[in-house]
């Protein structure tokens, strides 16, 4: 069974500074992809970025970036010049042979 | 610009009470799902449905039924609620079920007293 692990229940970063979130996953499926969701207060799930496991390059959307290691199985999550906006909580989650799973999540708060 | 929609928002149930879930999406999308959202669990899939027609089980199945009524509605009914089904649930839905973004309903927060 795929497995998702987010080892950081809650971080800290200074509003306009680069904060990374961590992601390890565990499978056997040679293709597969990976995802980040980001939740406000407001409870809805917003999705932030993709990578599929056969992409070339690291996948980037705006201030958001993936550092994909495939050999090391991680897929952390980059946020760049962060914002108060930013503040929520973010789900890493894996597709492989079944749909997506989801890590615990990380609560990033950023401070002023 | 609706995407997936979900009804009620907001609910109280007393154990025993049976209610239904409702889920519609307008995206044209073949692949629907129902999360449950519990504090420090993340999301946990209940069932799912690959397209029309069928549907199978996730991860935490028992207490749940689901019914893909057409390609827009999947619907998640709890038949005698328990405190344990206390959570917010999540509909969402996908072009197919595997590797496609998954797109989510605001959520539905259930209490059961």
């Known amino acids: 069974a795929q497995k998702i692990t987010q080892t950081q229940p809650g971080m800290f970063v200074q509003e306009k500074e680069a904060v990374t979130l961590d992601c390890t996953y565990d499978?056997?499926?040679?293709?597969?992809?990976l995802f980040w969701y980001k939740q406000p207060s407001s409870g809805e799930m917003i999705f932030l970025i993709y990578q599929g496991s056969y992409d070339q390059q690291n996948a980037t959307e705006g201030r958001y970036s993936l550092n994909f290691q495939k050999a090391r199985k991680s897929a952390n999550l980059v946020i760049s010049a962060s914002q108060l906006g930013d503040s929520a909580m973010y789900f890493c989650?894996?597709?492989?042979?079944?749909?997506?799973?989801f890590g615990k999540g990380t609560r990033l708060s950023v401070i002023a | 610009n609706a995407g997936v929609t979900q009804t009620p928002k907001f609910q109280v149930l007393k154990t025993g009470q049976s209610m239904t879930l409702q889920c519609a999406q307008d995206m044209n999308h073949n692949s629907m799902y129902w999360y449950r959202q519990d504090p420090g669990m993340g999301l946990r899939l209940i069932y799912y449905?690959?397209?029309?027609?069928?549907?199978d089980k996730g991860e935490v199945p028992n207490g749940y039924n689901v019914s893909r009524l057409n390609k827009r509605e999947f619907s998640l009914r709890l038949e005698s609620a328990a405190p344990s089904q206390t959570s917010v649930y999540f509909c969402?839905?996908?072009?197919?079920?595997?590797?496609?973004?998954?797109?989510f309903g605001e959520g539905s927060w259930l209490t059961v007293v």
């Open positions: 969402a839905s996908s072009r197919g079920p595997r590797g496609n973004t998954i797109y």
């Open positions: 989650a894996f597709t492989g042979n079944t749909p997506l799973v």
């Open positions: 499978t056997s499926d040679p293709s597969y992809g």
């Open positions: 449905s690959a397209s029309e027609g069928t549907t």
